[in-house]
């Protein structure tokens, strides 16, 4: 062989190794895209989720992460898991069996009226690392129940949506739902009808309030910390659970608190808990009283619930490249704190252990 064939020859292996070493480089930092798996859960006995608005919900919340798929990086990948009172994708142990990462509970009153089995499949789900964002009436069922809500209207809640009875929620968080605040918008129970359930519902789409974001460790909505956010008013507020709970259930973080009102609901909700994130075992809790998803043509309220879903993923962004490099030294000398890409973008406080 001449020296000017082997020379060709080298030239070419040369070329298709930079070619071959760019390929690989591209496919690792693909790879370094995280996909988070997010499951919409939706039973039939709610009679909201059966009606075609009810449904066609689930659209607005995968617009709402396609959007946040291009300013964080991430690929949401998204589920619709229903069930009924017989069985159906979250009693069957779907959100383990398909790796979900984040279970969104959008709202209605399905989470007041839930078969044991039901219940049991999503605490364990989020006591062994899964996300839960309970929103509007399913940040009661995340929560410890209702105070200020007697017999009375217990039955009322019965008659109207065909339930025998509240279950028990699933008390992931130390909060409450403050029913107080429904009270003033139903008066008498022997009046309320389910016209006027209509008509409270069509006033809540229609509704905007401020809330205010608060700082807070970790700092889920920093770009938001110290803003007024209208958003679509949803549930009643949150307030605290009991003293004695805080001894044996983990701290509860207030996000968002409300700075004003909108009909059907007075100014008593002011002051009080809109948003709130907790832990419950190695899982991740955030209850939003509101629907900032839901909020058309606010960029800034779609953010706020994208960024709780990532927080719940363990896979919030980091924009602060001084406390980037941080992590990633307290990831390697910590390999157990990092998430199963060792990705930077999980936060994790400098000074709290894993």
Known sequence: MSRKTVFYALGILVILSII???????????????????????????????????????????????????HYNVKFEVYNFWDNWQGGDVQNGLLIKKKIDVLVAPGGFGGWYTPEKYREEIK????????????????????LGFKHFNNRYIKLVNRLLGFEALSPMLGLA????????????IGMPIFFTKLDVIRALTALSLSRAPILMLPTDPPIQKPYFNKKIKVMLGNAPMIDGPLINRLYMPKVITIAILKGYDKP??????????????????????????????TT????????????????????????????????????????CCDKQGSPYVYVPADKKC
């Open 20 to 70: 071959f070493s760019s390929v690989i480089s591209s496919s690792f930092w693909f790879s370094r895209q995280k996909i988070i798996r997010v499951a919409i859960i939706r039973q039939t006995w709610d009679p909201l989720d059966m009606i075609p608005s009810g449904k066609a919900l689930d659209d607005v919340h995968k617009i709402c992460l396609k959007e946040g798929e291009k």
């Open 265 to 294: 609901y007075h100014r008593s909700i002011e002051g009080k808990k809109a948003i709130i994130a907790t832990t419950y075992g190695r899982g991740r809790v955030v209850l939003s009283a509101v629907h900032p998803e839901l």
């Open 297 to 336: 043509f606010n960029n800034k309220a779609h953010d706020i619930y994208v960024r709780n879903v990532l927080w719940l993923a363990n896979a919030l962004p980091l924009k602060n490249k001084k406390r980037e490099e941080v992590f990633l030294a307290e990831c390697e000398a910590a390999p157990h």
């Open 174 to 185: 130390n909060v409450y739902t403050d029913a107080s605040d429904l009270l003033e918008i």
């Open 124 to 143: 364990k789900f989020v006591f062994l690392g899964g996300g839960f964002y309970g929103i509007c009436g399913d940040s009661t069922f995340g929560a």
